[in-house]
């Protein structure tokens, strides 16, 4: 099955820990806003570096997924993972999956991917998930 719709995203920088500070990581805290047929929200953050030298850049984050997916309620969790080259916007990897086990209330037993796609400023989401 497949939820489509579009999503809008506040990034604030946190304070890093100081191991974090000392490894040149960087601490960010997530809020999104989903409309379409996932209308909800989410809370997480986002820890990411990069290597100066390469232009080498990793992110990594979580965040708790709430609201409603085609009339069914409930929450979820996100896993994030990207990389890319500075120096080239198109190197960029990225995959977001739902943590396996993580549904709560109506969603419970959801698994998929989320893929993202940025065209200007628009956010788009593309959930490709399975119900059990």
Sequence with gaps: ??????F?????PAE????????????????KTFSGEFEGSSKGEMLSGSAEST??????AIDRVTGKLK???????????GTML???????VLSV?????????????????LTITIEGKQ??????YELK
């Design 71 to 81: 009339g069914r309620s409930g929450s979820f969790l996100l896993m994030h993972n």
């Design 16 to 31: 890093s820990p100081a191991l974090a500070k000392e490894a040149g990581l960087g601490l960010f805290l997530l809020e």
């Design 97 to 113: 999956a739902i943590v396996p086990h993580s549904g709560t209330n109506q969603l419970t037993g959801i698994s998929g991917r």
């Design 123 to 128: 956010h788009r989401y593309d959930l490709e």
């Design 86 to 92: 500075k120096s080239d916007p198109n190197s960029g």
């Design 1 to 6: 099955m497949h939820a489509t719709g579009t």
């Design 55 to 60: 232009g080498a850049m990793v992110y990594v």
């Design 8 to 12: 809008e995203v506040k990034i604030t």
